[in-house]
């Protein structure tokens, strides 16, 4: 297990935009007051936007074949296919 570095909350008043650039590029901290640690500053989970094509690949081989007339049914069963025109009055 990695440790965290620890900063005082002084350090993190007055070098906050190193901090918090060092927070964007993954590190985290420990924050301290009066010597005792008081708080974690820890980058944000970003989401990905996209799963590259070879995940993707990766992981479809393994998923569960899929029943194609169920999948339909089980469309068909919860659309309403009433054709009416939406914005008809």
């Known amino acids: 297990m990695t440790l965290q570095p620890e900063i005082s909350q002084r350090d993190l008043r007055l070098r906050s935009k190193e901090i918090m650039d060092a927070v964007e590029g993954g590190q985290s901290f420990?924050?301290?007051r009066d010597g005792h640690g008081i708080g974690e500053l820890v980058p944000l989970r970003r989401r990905r936007q996209f799963v590259p094509r070879a995940e993707f690949g990766?992981?479809?081989r393994t998923a569960p074949a899929m029943d194609l007339e169920r999948?339909?049914?089980d469309q068909d069963?919860?659309?309403d296919d009433d054709e009416a025109d939406p914005y008809a009055r």
Do not use: K, P
Request: no cysteine; aromatic share 8%; net charge positive.
């Open 77 to 79: 069963a919860v659309l």
């Open 58 to 60: 990766a992981m479809s």
């Open 71 to 73: 999948f339909r049914s």
């Open 30 to 32: 420990t924050v301290t």
